[in-house]
């Protein structure tokens, strides 16, 4: 099940179903199934209180992943800062839309065993993330 929540903020227009459907799909193509998905999205200050509290960093950021998952069944809260989506969007000259859609999608990597901290690993995140958003727009059509 998924979930949207919101914390200090207005919840995106994401169209629920077609969007649950997505992330079914993409967490499929790594041979896992859906379990309890929260997205709390929530403004900057909101994250950075997350951030230090929980990960003791103590900086913004767009996602803050919590991974809950058990054996192939995904399940997590994903904390999403929409102040920093923007920003992001902005600085990278990306639509505000789907520079959300990318990090909707990073916190479901993540869970799904993705990582993007270490050597090389940035890059395969972007490759992930590139043809997830590619299943997005081939599942409006």
Known sequence: MITYQTDGVRLPAIKKRENN?????VAAKYGKR?????????????????N?????????T????????????ISGDLFISLDTVKTNAEQFG???EHELYRV???????????????PGQRE??????????????????
Do not use: P, S
Request: proline residues 0%.
């Open 94 to 96: 990306q639509d505000y």
């Open 62 to 73: 767009d996602i803050i992943t919590f991974d809950y998952t058990e054996g192939n069944r």
């Open 104 to 118: 909707i999608i990073h916190g479901i990597l993540h869970l799904c065993g993705i990582d993007d901290k270490g």
């Open 34 to 50: 859906i379990g309890e998905v929260a997205y709390i999205f929530c403004n900057d200050q909101r994250i950075l209180e997350v």
């Open 21 to 25: 459907a997505w992330i079914k799909a």
């Open 52 to 60: 230090r509290e929980y990960l003791q960093h103590d900086y913004y």
């Open 124 to 141: 395969l995140m972007e490759a992930a993330e590139n043809q997830a958003l590619e299943m997005r727009g081939k599942n409006e059509e």
